[in-house]
Structures are given as structure tokens and as C-alpha cells.
């Protein structure tokens, strides 16, 4: 079982930066492909970005240049550094940990709010 606890949240100007953390506990985060999604209100949760075991990562077009996914495997922690954030960013962030074998196994934090003023 793997517990996932984001933090980094808050409230911010339009063209600020933030950085999120996801802390996991229970399990090796190496074994697992980790990823950022976000929901804002009255939208489907979305795919922000995404990080391989073996360190590869994509982003959804409307953070590409802006955001950027890493992990600290050392230190079982996921970050999420948003820099150029903009009032349409605004939503709460969820961590997402799958694990690719027999089966898939996926964890989901309880996610950070994040609101950009403008």
C-alpha cells in the first residue's frame, strides 16, 4: 500500500511559481511511473504531467515550458515545479503513482489547491 501526500500548495499571483511535493510512504516510488493531474471545478481531471521509472516525461501542451516533473527516488518524493503560472492553472493537483505488472495498481493522493490570481 502506498500512501501519497502532496504539499506545496497555495495561492499566487498570475506569472509566479510554485512547487509541489509529493512525500509517498509504504513503498519504493522507483517501481512506479508518477504523475500530476489536476481538476478544476466543473472539468475532468486531466493529465498534467507524467515521469518514468526510468526518468523519461511528457506534459500536457498547456503547461509545456512552463512545468516541470522530477523525482527524488533517494528521497521517495515527486515535485512539480510551475513557473509562469497563469488564473486558467487554478485547480486542485493530485499525485498519481501506477505500478505496471501483472496487473496495474494505481494510488492517488488527496491533492493541493492551487489558485492563481490575476
Known amino acids: 500500500q502506498v500512501q501519497l501526500v502532496e504539499s506545496g500548495g497555495g495561492l499566487v499571483q498570475a506569472g509566479g511559481s510554485l512547487r509541489l511535493s509529493c512525500a509517498a510512504s509504504?513503498?519504493?516510488?522507483?517501481?512506479?511511473?508518477m504523475g500530476w493531474y489536476r481538476q478544476a471545478p466543473g472539468k475532468q481531471r486531466e493529465l498534467v504531467a507524467g515521469i518514468t521509472t526510468y526518468g523519461s516525461t511528457n506534459y500536457a501542451d498547456s503547461v509545456k515550458g512552463r512545468f516541470t516533473i522530477s523525482r527524488d527516488n533517494a528521497k521517495n518524493t515527486v515535485y512539480l515545479q510551475m513557473n509562469s503560472l497563469k488564473p486558467e492553472d487554478t485547480a486542485v493537483y493530485y499525485c498519481?503513482?501506477?505500478?505496471?505488472?501483472?496487473?496495474?495498481?494505481?494510488?492517488w493522493g488527496q491533492g493541493t489547491q492551487v489558485t492563481v490570481s490575476s
Open positions: 509504504g513503498s519504493n516510488l522507483s517501481f512506479y511511473r
Open positions: 498519481n503513482a501506477r505500478k505496471y505488472d501483472t496487473s496495474v495498481t494505481t494510488y
